[in-house]
């Protein structure tokens, strides 16, 4: 039995705690109490999933350790030292027979027939990373407050599963708000708030911070980011572990990095809506506009590679002339036949008080005002407030090259192209959004916090978004790997802490 620090008055123990209940915070959880500790998993909402439930489930994999390194050091671009981003490359190796073990007690398995065959960018050692998702079992259920994507509900049902089997002890609406720190530097434990009281949680061992990134903290945003604004997908992330780890001590890596790409946001929503274009690219599938300017000029490849990764990028420019964002907000131009495809946007949240279906048709949104309709490009652009000449140069343009079937000016995969020839036209706002954030604290090969100097803070480890190695690009579904492969690092190494 650990002897009780008697310099503070505690309100609960345990050998480790950890701040955040998504991938990374279940699977922390799991690991640490695996290896002999009594853990205390905390999450701020009234519910567990963070991003993590709203997500696609994608969990990257790799065929061989070298090869994924190689390929992970391209991605980062020098903003992540090596030593950090070999025990991920290793751990993507053994990702498929870890998920194999975890699924089992929710009796399902990975499905094979998601397998994509290489990453996300044609770097060196592509061809020998893919991606992985559970197979179809009723989890999406399971999770009536949180309305995304089938594959995260799946991979989180696996995760609650496994901490449930454990009889894990969770907090839930238990927000943690300052680590506290002995004399030496060392972390003893977390103050927390729950029903408006302050709670103080000893840790005996270390805390984990996986406390997610800070996409809704408009003052991080504000300091760290390029664009502005930059508008979240998920509210609970405000970046609070990031702010306590900094009082500890902590350096920062790589904080512009967000993955995230262009979409919608409404008076009536909090949140970011993504369009049903934003997963992985498909060549061959119709992207039905075009984004223009605000002088009515388009100035992107619309459907780039990775989606989610750059796509917000091409809207960050800040025009030292103008004195401001000319593609903030940009404008998404389609015509009826693009109207008629389908529903173009998918509204997915992780908070009950706000649910929304967007109509198969895309009519209820155009009468809301959301999408403007006009029956000629002239009057679409007066009702947008651009250069009604302009604005139909482009279309012509796209239009001309739609026929050619090569976008000479952004590059933008042929099968994708779509023209702009029947009325009524359409046009809607666009803004960048931030899926998750990449930069935080950073951490060692062990996921122990690191001050600037590189030197460890006791007791202190984070896992996660809270502190991504994705320093430059992003792997798609490389995220949830991190936090399964984090998050047992740091499972593992906080148990092993002494008392
Ligand atoms: C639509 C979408 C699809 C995606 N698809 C994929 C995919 O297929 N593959 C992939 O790899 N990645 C994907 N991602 C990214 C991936 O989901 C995230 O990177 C990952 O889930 C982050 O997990 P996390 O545990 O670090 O953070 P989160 O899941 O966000 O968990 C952090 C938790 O900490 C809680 N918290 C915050 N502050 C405090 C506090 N002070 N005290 C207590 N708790 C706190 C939050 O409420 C939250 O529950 C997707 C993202 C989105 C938005």
Redesign the pocket.
Same mark, same amino acid.
């Given at each position: 039995m650990a002897a009780q620090d008697l310099s503070h008055s505690w309100d609960t123990y345990a050998d480790v705690v950890v701040? $955040? +209940? $998504?991938?990374?915070?279940?699977i922390s959880a799991i690991t640490a109490h695996d290896a002999g500790a009594k853990v205390l998993l905390?999450?701020?909402?009234p519910h567990?999933? $963070?991003?993590?439930?709203?997500?696609?489930?994608?969990? !990257?994999f790799a065929r061989n350790a070298e090869s994924a390194f190689t390929y992970l050091k391209r991605t980062c671009n020098g903003t992540t030292p090596d030593e950090v981003l070999r025990p991920l490359a290793q751990g993507m190796v053994e990702m498929i027979d870890w998920v194999k073990e975890l699924a089992k007690v929710s009796g399902t398995e990975p499905a094979q027939s998601e397998v994509r065959g290489h990453g996300t960018y044609p770097f060196p050692g592509t061809n020998d990373i893919d991606?992985i998702?559970l197979k179809d079992f009723p989890a999406y259920d399971a999770f009536p407050w949180a309305k995304?994507?089938r594959?995260?509900a799946r991979l989180f049902k696996m995760v609650v599963d496994n901490v449930a089997l454990r009889t894990i002890e969770v907090a839930l609406s238990?927000? !943690?708000?300052s680590l506290v720190i002995g004399h030496d530097g060392e972390v003893l434990g977390v103050t927390?708030e729950r029903s408006g009281k302050e709670i103080k949680i000893r840790s005996r061992k270390a805390v984990i911070l996986?406390?997610?990134?800070f996409e809704n903290s408009p003052a991080m945003k504000l300091q760290y980011f390029q664009a502005q604004p930059v508008y979240p997908? +998920?509210l609970?992330?405000?970046g609070?572990?990031i702010l306590?780890a900094q009082k500890a001590g902590a350096a920062l890596w790589h904080m512009w990095h967000f993955?995230g790409g262009y979409g919608f946001k409404y008076p009536e929503f909090p949140f970011a809506i993504?369009h049903v274009w !934003?997963?992985p690219r498909n060549e061959k599938r119709k992207m039905i506009w075009i984004a223009v300017d605000r002088f009515g000029k388009r100035f992107m490849n619309e459907y780039p590679p990775a989606p989610?990764d750059t796509g917000a990028r091409p809207l960050e420019l800040y025009d030292a002339d103008l004195q401001d964002y000319p593609r903030i907000p940009c404008y998404l131009i389609f015509d009826e036949e693009g109207r008629k495809l389908g529903p173009l946007a998918m509204v *997915?949240v992780?908070d009950e008080r706000y649910h929304y279906k967007w109509s198969a048709d895309n009519q209820v949104e155009i009468q809301k005002g959301w999408i403007k309709k006009a029956g000629s490009i002239d009057e679409l652009a007066t009702q947008i407030n651009v250069d009604p000449q302009a604005l139909a140069a482009t279309a012509w343009r796209w239009n001309n090259q739609c026929s050619a079937g090569m976008d000479d000016d952004f590059h933008r995969p042929p099968g994708t192209m779509m023209a702009l020839t029947h009325p009524p036209f359409y046009a809607m706002e666009a803004w960048p959004i931030v899926?998750?954030t990449q930069g935080g604290p950073a951490h060692d090969p062990q996921q122990r916090v690191v001050d600037p100097m590189g030197k460890p803070i006791a007791r202190l480890y984070a896992?996660?978004?809270?502190s991504?190695v994705f320093g430059h690009l992003y792997l798609? !579904? $490389?995220? *949830?790997?991190?936090?399964f492969v984090g998050?047992r690092i740091a499972g593992k190494n906080a148990a092993t802490e002494t008392s």
């Amino acid at each position: 039995m650990a002897a009780q620090d008697l310099s503070h008055s505690w309100d609960t123990y345990a050998d480790v705690v950890v701040v $955040g +209940y $998504g991938f990374a915070g279940g699977i922390s959880a799991i690991t640490a109490h695996d290896a002999g500790a009594k853990v205390l998993l905390i999450e701020k909402m009234p519910h567990p999933g $963070g991003i993590s439930i709203l997500s696609g489930g994608g969990v !990257a994999f790799a065929r061989n350790a070298e090869s994924a390194f190689t390929y992970l050091k391209r991605t980062c671009n020098g903003t992540t030292p090596d030593e950090v981003l070999r025990p991920l490359a290793q751990g993507m190796v053994e990702m498929i027979d870890w998920v194999k073990e975890l699924a089992k007690v929710s009796g399902t398995e990975p499905a094979q027939s998601e397998v994509r065959g290489h990453g996300t960018y044609p770097f060196p050692g592509t061809n020998d990373i893919d991606s992985i998702k559970l197979k179809d079992f009723p989890a999406y259920d399971a999770f009536p407050w949180a309305k995304g994507l089938r594959g995260g509900a799946r991979l989180f049902k696996m995760v609650v599963d496994n901490v449930a089997l454990r009889t894990i002890e969770v907090a839930l609406s238990t927000t !943690a708000k300052s680590l506290v720190i002995g004399h030496d530097g060392e972390v003893l434990g977390v103050t927390a708030e729950r029903s408006g009281k302050e709670i103080k949680i000893r840790s005996r061992k270390a805390v984990i911070l996986c406390s997610g990134g800070f996409e809704n903290s408009p003052a991080m945003k504000l300091q760290y980011f390029q664009a502005q604004p930059v508008y979240p997908v +998920y509210l609970g992330n405000t970046g609070d572990g990031i702010l306590m780890a900094q009082k500890a001590g902590a350096a920062l890596w790589h904080m512009w990095h967000f993955h995230g790409g262009y979409g919608f946001k409404y008076p009536e929503f909090p949140f970011a809506i993504r369009h049903v274009w !934003a997963g992985p690219r498909n060549e061959k599938r119709k992207m039905i506009w075009i984004a223009v300017d605000r002088f009515g000029k388009r100035f992107m490849n619309e459907y780039p590679p990775a989606p989610q990764d750059t796509g917000a990028r091409p809207l960050e420019l800040y025009d030292a002339d103008l004195q401001d964002y000319p593609r903030i907000p940009c404008y998404l131009i389609f015509d009826e036949e693009g109207r008629k495809l389908g529903p173009l946007a998918m509204v *997915i949240v992780n908070d009950e008080r706000y649910h929304y279906k967007w109509s198969a048709d895309n009519q209820v949104e155009i009468q809301k005002g959301w999408i403007k309709k006009a029956g000629s490009i002239d009057e679409l652009a007066t009702q947008i407030n651009v250069d009604p000449q302009a604005l139909a140069a482009t279309a012509w343009r796209w239009n001309n090259q739609c026929s050619a079937g090569m976008d000479d000016d952004f590059h933008r995969p042929p099968g994708t192209m779509m023209a702009l020839t029947h009325p009524p036209f359409y046009a809607m706002e666009a803004w960048p959004i931030v899926s998750n954030t990449q930069g935080g604290p950073a951490h060692d090969p062990q996921q122990r916090v690191v001050d600037p100097m590189g030197k460890p803070i006791a007791r202190l480890y984070a896992a996660g978004d809270i502190s991504s190695v994705f320093g430059h690009l992003y792997l798609e !579904a $490389g995220n *949830i790997t991190e936090c399964f492969v984090g998050g047992r690092i740091a499972g593992k190494n906080a148990a092993t802490e002494t008392s």
